[in-house]
Structures are given as structure tokens and as C-alpha cells.
């Protein structure tokens, strides 16, 4: 039977295989059998409360099977997840909650004290709590049947340029590899891959034969020389993507693990994370630019299933015409992976998600990703810059925009530019004011995530300015760089 609702992936699975291992980390795991049983408990509960139905719920994240089994409880229960990584800044966990309108905040035991900060926003419903419910699988089944398989899974929010996070709207298409083909999947502590020695070492000591990685922690394992010292022996498929892959860490995992095959995937989550595959399957050299691949199709050899599927890449320039093989233009994406918008933002919508120029005489919406890239000999498209001031930084994706907008709430800053350093992968902050750079750091650090923290420090008399009166931001970037090159 076709599938309508993400959650049926673990409920196939757990009636094949449920005593097998779903779900582990360093504190336990859960079997199929299990996890169906604690999702559906917390769905029951769920789907209790006053106007808990197909509407947001947020989640209180973090690496654990709990999580998952949180995040599954939602789905149960005929509603969509905003997961919240229960590290991030206060202020920011409510923006997002403002803008969603959660019906319930869902959280474990360890994450009470910031869930009961937030009790002001929403119903609190503590995991472990709801998991001692009988589950109502009458209520249960009554709920999915008004699902379909176009309604959201999950908001995601990303880096908004305007200083207010952005929700993608992400609807039930092919998510959950590892529910899907009854794999374990091991989640590892994040303290792992700042530390590649241990990562590779947890790997090979779990037996990991997959992993889908973000490009930087790809990166680190190799560049580190921590690949030379473990190698992870029963690792066969390896999938990388968020940053340009650089070829001469593809040869050092192809050196150290010849049986391995590489993907290098492309995608923002726009387009359910990935629209775009390559198979590296030779050597390269060291400078050569890894392609981003092309369109990913059913017949297309995608590690641990197929998760793209019915997609196209098209290249457009500014006239919104297409972009001959050679041509520069913007990459823009179609078919059955893209998002179905922002959260309540119809205008931001409208502007990303378009009618298809090339197609005008019935609805279809193509993505424009503002990633600039050229289509070349080989059929390959290449990546080439953005057309924002949008990064790829860590794995995620982040605005400039936002992290200006965070210095210029801090007392003490007058003027204040972002700019990335792409050669040293690092967030460069230039500002102007009266405190010293601790004091701006620590301040940050109270409103952004980690992984949006300036790497980078300058503080100057004053910061130029353009004959327009603006802040000329190209100067000051190539001021800075040239410096330090």
C-alpha cells in the first residue's frame, strides 16, 4: 500500500522486526517494538489536547533515543513537529515558538528546567510521563486517517536574513532511512565530532557500515590525521553534504577505505535536504572542485534508499531564462522533494517558490536555491557562489543577516559587518563600539547557537562607509583578508 504518513515506516518495520535494535546512544537503546510503543503512548496523550490536531508541536531535542521516540509520538498522534535543540539561547527557542503557535511543548525529564521557563508559551507534556499512557489506538487511528501525504512531518528553522528565523515546512515524502529499512541506527554525542580520533574509534567499535555526515565533520576526521591512526573497518557507504566537499579528503578516505562508496550530495531543505548526487568514484586532484552531481532519480544509487527521487535541476539567469551548458545561472529545483513554503510567511513563499518560467501554461513551482552554478562538459552541475549573503558554515546553513542583527542588540556596539572567510571556514565579525571583544563574544553567545558565533573578532576606530552612506562591506572584506593572507 502506498504510504500517507511518516510514521508508518515505523510501524511496517516494527511488525517485520520488532525486537531489533531501532535506536541507540551512550545512555541505551530502544527496540522497533519499543519505540512504536512509547511514540504511540505519547501520542494518545497528544492527541488530547484542546486543538492538538495536524498543527505544530515543539519537541525539546537533543541526541538521544528519546528524541526520536519524541518526535514519532507527534507523528502518532496526526500532528507535525518543530524540533528545538534544548542547548539553544532562550530568546531564540521563544521567537520560534512565537511564530509557530505550538500546541504542546514536549520535553524529558533532563530537559525540565528550560521546558518549565517556557511554560508561559504552550501546554507542557513531559515525555516520560505521557510514556507510562495506554496508548488509544482507536483515538490514534481516527487522527491518521484525516492525514495525508501532503501534510508537514516537521518545521525546520533556519537562519532568517531579517534577524527572525525562518520555518521550512517540510511534508511526509521519503524520510527516516534507517526506519524504512529496519536498520539501527547509532547516534553519537555530539562531542565526538569535535574530537575525530574518538569518532572514528566509536564507529568502528559499533560497527557502523553507513554514515550520512555533514562535509565539515567529513573534513576534520581526514584533515586531523585521525584517519591514519583508525580506520572505521566496516564502513561501506559514506554520504557527505552542507559544504563544498574538498577532493583531496575524498582521497584520503579513498585511500584509507577503498571499498567504500562516497556520495557527495546536494540540497537545501528546501528540497526535503537533498536533490542532487554524485558518486565519487575515482581519484581527484587536490585543487579539482567536486561537482555537485546531477538531479538524484529512482534508478540512481543512493546510499541506505533512495532519499531523492523525481527531481530536476534547472540553471536560470536573471531574465529568468535558461542558462546554456557553460552559462552561469541560478540553481533552481523541481519536483516531488520541494517544501511546501516558510511557515506563515506567504511573501518569503512566493518570492523562493515560483511558477517554472520555462513551463507558463500549468502550475509548476520550481525553488530557487540562490546558489550560483554552471552545468559543464561532463553533464555535472558546479557549485560557484551564493547569491546572498547566506553561508554554509559547520554543516548548517546561516544569514549573515541574523548574526548582525543579534550584535546590534548589544549594548555598547556601534556599527558592526559579517562577512565569511570561505578559505579558512570562519565567521569574521568587524565592528565599531565601546566594549573590547570578550565582552561582545560573551554577550553573543546569550543569543546566537554554537554554531552561528563569530570565529573572528575585529574592532575598529570606525568602519568605512560608501559614497551612498552605506556600510561598504567589500572593503572591509577585502581589507581583512588581504591582511591575513
Known amino acids: 500500500m502506498p504510504m500517507t504518513n511518516a510514521a508508518e515506516y515505523l510501524e511496517r518495520t516494527a511488525a517485520r522486526v520488532p525486537d531489533k535494535v531501532a535506536f541507540s546512544d551512550a545512555s541505551g537503546s530502544l527496540t522497533f517494538g519499543q519505540l512504536l510503543q512509547d511514540a504511540r503512548a505519547l501520542g494518545t496523550v497528544l492527541a488530547g489536547l484542546p486543538g492538538c490536531k495536524n498543527a505544530p508541536v515543539a519537541v525539546l ?18 500532528n507535525y ?88 515546512v517540510i511534508s511526509c515524502k521519503d524520510l527516516y532511512q534507517t526506519l524504512k529499512l529496519g536498520a539501527t541506527c547509532v547516534i553519537l554525542e555530539k562531542k565526538f565530532f569535535a574530537l575525530p580520533l574518538f569518532l572514528l574509534q566509536a564507529l568502528d567499535r559499533n560497527g557502523v557500515t553507513a554514515v550520512n555526515w555533514a562535509t565539515s565533520a567529513f573534513h576534520l576526521a581526514a584533515s586531523s590525521g585521525a584517519l591514519e591512526k583508525c580506520v572505521p573497518h566496516a564502513l561501506r557507504k559514506i554520504v557527505v553534504g552542507g559544504e563544498a566537499l574538498q577532493a583531496r579528503y575524498v582521497n584520503m578516505w579513498k585511500r584509507a577505505i577503498p571499498e567504500a562508496d562516497l556520495y557527495n550530495m546536494y540540497g537545501p531543505t528546501e528540497t526535503t535536504v537533498d536533490c542532487a548526487a554524485l558518486h565519487l568514484t575515482r581519484t581527484y586532484r587536490d585543487d579539482e572542485p567536486i561537482p555537485i552531481g546531477r538531479a538524484c532519480r ?45 511557515f506563515a510567511d506567504a511573501e518569503k513563499t512566493n518570492s523562493a517558490f515560483i511558477q517554472n518560467p520555462l513551463c507558463p501554461d500549468y502550475r509548476d513551482i520550481l525553488y530557487r536555491t540562490g546558489d550560483m552554478a554552471v552545468q559543464r562538459e561532463d553533464g555535472n552541475f558546479y557549485f560557484l557562489a551564493r547569491r546572498d549573503g547566506q553561508i554554509k558554515h559547520m554543516g548548517y546553513r546561516i544569514e549573515l543577516g541574523e548574526i548582525e542583527t543579534a550584535l546590534y542588540s548589544v549594548k555598547g556596539l556601534r556599527e558592526a559587518v559579517c562577512f565569511y572567510d570561505a578559505m579558512r571556514d570562519r565567521i569574521v565579525c568587524v565592528y565599531a563600539g565601546d566594549l573590547d571583544t570578550n565582552t561582545l563574544a560573551k554577550a553573543l553567545r546569550t543569543a546566537l547557537p554554537k554554531y552561528m558565533l563569530p570565529n573572528v573578532y575585529e574592532k575598529l576606530e570606525a568602519l568605512p562607509h560608501n559614497a551612498n552612506g552605506k556600510l561598504d562591506r567589500a572593503a572591509l572584506k577585502e581589507r581583512f583578508l588581504h591582511a591575513q593572507s
Open 298 to 342: 529512482d534508478d540512481e544509487a543512493i546510499p541506505i534508499g533512495k532519499a531523492c527521487r523525481n527531481m530536476q535541476l534547472l540553471l536560470l539567469k536573471d531574465d529568468l531564462t535558461e542558462a546554456a551548458p557553460g552559462e552561469t545561472g541560478e540553481l533552481c529545483v523541481r519536483g516531488s522533494g520541494l517544501a511546501a513554503g516558510y
Open 61 to 78: 531535542t537533543g541526541r538521544t533515543v528519546q528524541s526520536v521516540a519524541a518526535l514519532q509520538g507527534v507523528l502518532q498522534s496526526g
Open 81 to 168: 513537529y518543530v524540533p528545538i535543540d534544548e542547548q539553544m539561547p532562550e530568546a531564540r527557542m521563544r521567537r520560534i515558538l512565537a511564530q509557530v503557535h505550538a500546541r504542546a511543548i514536549v520535553f524529558p525529564e533532563a530537559c525540565r528546567p528550560q521546558a518549565e521557563r517556557l511554560a508561559d508559551c504552550a501546554p507542557l507534556v513531559c515525555l516520560e510521563e505521557a510514556e507510562k499512557t495506554a496508548p488509544d489506538n482507536a483515538l490514534l487511528q481516527a487522527r491518521r486517517e484525516q492525514i495525508i501525504d501532503l501534510d508537514p512531518v516537521y518545521l525546520l528553522f533556519t537562519s532568517g536574513s531579517t534577524g527572525t528565523p525562518k520555518g521550512i
